[in-house]
């Protein structure tokens, strides 16, 4: 274990423009000026705000709620969505939360619903609140008929707060977003938020979509107002906590036993898997109980567990994930983390310590690099930005995303029998330079696919042949398009949680590589136990068309990915060699390259060591599952 210091940090200040003195600003930082100024006089469609975390971002956002009709905040996870409307609320603007909490049933319904929500809450509140997964499933036509898209016609602002979190897919459905609100208006004001924003997503938008940005970035200066405080870097060369847990623990009682007020949090532990946060959480348990007294849980697997509410519980220590990394306005005085894979995530991490006190950092997995015994926040930042992967994104790839979403926008809605606004072609056809190319793709594919022979019916191909499988997986990939996210099978759990069974929604093939299933409920709940800590469960998946393919699951997701990338090609390369197959084959290429197969595609039947599980994912709702135990 070595060490270092990162010194704090203060921004550039001014007098406060006058919407920020009336809300009692003594000063401002420079940034937050050119923001207001901006939303009063600015002529570009587009701005984004770069400053670090805790630099005061989130304040500016008030002006533009005060100045605009409507107003629409879209935060990437639900628990920074609830975090802000208390925020909100505290401070007197009055916001609704538009959530999938908010709106019920499928399809038509939820056309009526989402509309109504709008055209209820327009004239009674200041701003809505929501996440860019309801504004996606408006654009793929998941919400039925050509109504949902009147939508975007009610707010002449938004804001993408932490917009950096989204990867590749998510990225182009919210190119797509911000594309059609600046179409449909006449005077959109679009702010884009982040302390490490994607600058492949800005030079997207000004170079594929050809909007005008205007960029506003924070100032550092010595002599400003401070935002961070001096950082005691420690770095371990084990890579995850998990493994260190009895000397961490340890170094945890004792600050337990030296204070005496444990209701504010001001300890955090930072994990890479969902797995090892959940695994610690038991650990302390059932060997250091009262430090599990004063910790609380917060992961992918409370996020829907309904008895999870960190608003409603008194902790000092606060175990997360990734879903910790936006969103902690605690005084964090000591980390724990496990360096993430990207840059960005790094310090969305670190700036979580460090915004009110002085704090001691651990970080774990941290190699060597150029980290001096005394280093400025800037530089610091510079040099996580070159040690670390980045997280910039490909450009031709996002393009062909953007494309392609717009694309199966449109096919979708020629495919239903429902009648559209042929209006909508302007929101995915114009400014969108791969549209052509995939929306052909998309009808050679659907064409080919009435090739395959139904019983003794005409047709090209037998069902079982290396074209029609292909064929059939291929339609069944295009569905990652109809969300922001992908797709996943979300399954009910009941799984350990310390003192007691979590019970929540998860992704079943994850979930099903670290747990065994115990028990079944009668209402298809999964009761799951440990597995081996060093050893993961047996698992294999049977894919649509591939089912005489299995799997193997219980793997890393990028090892199946793998895995799967190179089974398609191969399954491509085949289908090329009959003259018959009137897809193109490069596209077909290129479409796997572009998408995460395991992000699109649902097994249709996942095997244990002792249980079966059919999946049925062709319903309106959430896939539905079966489970059997298997006779063995």
């Not at 406060?16 to 003195?21: R, S």
């Not at 549209?435 to 090739?451: H, R, S």
Request: net charge negative; aromatic share 10%.
């Amino acid at each position: 274990m070595t060490g270092f210091e990162v010194d704090g940090a203060s921004l550039a200040t001014e007098p406060p423009q006058p919407p920020l003195e009336e809300r009692g600003f003594e000063y401002a930082r420079a940034f937050q000026n050119r923001v207001i100024e901006w939303i009063q006089h600015g002529k570009d469609p587009v701005s984004v705000v770069r400053a670090p975390t805790g630099a005061g971002k989130t304040a500016t956002f008030y002006e533009l709620i005060e100045s605009r009709d409507m107003t629409l905040l879209v935060y990437p996870t639900n628990a920074l969505l609830r975090q802000q409307r208390e925020r909100f609320e505290d401070d007197d603007v009055d916001v609704a939360v538009l959530n999938a909490n908010t709106l019920d049933g499928h399809g038509h319904e939820r056309t009526e619903q989402l509309l109504s929500f709008v055209n209820k809450y327009a004239t009674d509140y200041d701003a809505v609140l929501t996440n860019p997964d309801i504004l996606q499933a408006a654009i793929q036509d998941m919400y039925l008929g050509s109504d949902p898209m009147r939508f975007f016609n009610k707010f002449d602002a938004i804001v993408y707060d932490e917009f950096h979190f989204y990867g590749a897919l998510s990225a182009s459905g919210l190119l797509l977003q911000i594309k059609i609100i600046e179409e449909r208006q006449p005077d959109p004001k679009i702010l884009l938020a982040s302390a490490t924003p994607n600058e492949e997503f800005v030079r997207f938008l000004r170079e594929r979509i050809g909007m005008t940005v205007r960029d506003i970035d924070s100032e550092y200066d010595s002599d400003g107002d401070q935002f961070r405080h001096r950082m005691f870097v420690r770095r371990h060369e084990d890579r995850k906590i998990i493994d260190c847990r009895d000397e961490i623990a340890s170094e945890l009682q004792d600050k337990i036993d030296a204070v005496e007020d444990y209701d504010e949090p001001q300890i955090v532990l930072v994990f890479n898997s969902a797995k090892d946060s959940n695994d610690f959480h038991d650990f302390l348990y059932r060997e250091y109980p009262t430090v599990f007294e004063h910790t609380a849980k917060d992961n992918g697997f409370d996020t829907n567990d309904e008895a999870v509410d960190l608003d409603e519980t008194d902790f000092y220590i606060l175990n997360t994930t990734s879903k910790g990394e936006v969103g902690l306005d605690y005084d964090i005085t000591t980390l724990y983390m496990e360096k993430p894979f990207t840059a960005s995530a790094f310090l969305q991490r670190f700036g979580r310590a460090g915004r009110q006190s002085e704090a001691t950092v651990d970080i774990y997995g941290l190699g060597q690099g150029p980290w001096g015994e005394d280093v400025d926040f800037p530089t610091f930042a510079e040099q996580v930005y070159e040690g670390l992967e980045s997280t910039q994104m490909n450009q031709n790839r996002l393009a062909d995303l953007v494309g392609f979403r717009a694309a199966y926008a449109i096919a979708e809605r020629e495919e239903s029998s429902s009648w559209f606004n042929q209006e909508l072609r302007e929101d995915f056809e114009t400014n969108i330079d791969k549209y052509d190319q995939w929306y052909g793709f998309i009808q050679a594919v659907n064409a080919e696919y009435e090739e395959i022979k139904d019983g003794f019916g005409p047709g090209k191909y037998q069902q079982n042949s290396p074209e029609a499988k292909l064929l059939e997986f291929t339609k069944e990939c295009f569905k990652t398009f109809r969300g922001l996210r992908g797709r996943s099978l979300s399954s009910s759990i009941k799984y350990p949680r310390g003192d007691q069974r979590g019970v929540t929604t998860y992704d079943l093939s994850t979930t099903l590589r670290n747990y065994d299933i115990v028990d079944v409920d009668d209402d298809d709940t999964l009761v799951l136990g440990l597995s081996d800590d060093d050893i993961l469960s047996t698992v294999t998946a049977r894919l649509p068309a591939y089912e005489t393919e299995p799997t193997k699951y219980d793997q890393s997701t990028t090892e199946i990915e793998r895995l799967l990338q190179t089974k398609i090609h191969r399954h491509i390369d085949q289908a090329d060699l009959n003259e018959e197959f009137s897809v193109s084959t490069e596209l077909l290429h290129r479409f796997f390259e572009i998408i995460r197969i395991v992000d699109a595609i649902i097994p249709s039947r996942i095997t244990t060591s002792e249980y079966d599980i059919e999946i049925d994912s062709d319903t309106n709702g959430p896939p539905e599952i079966d489970v059997q135990a298997r006779q063995i």
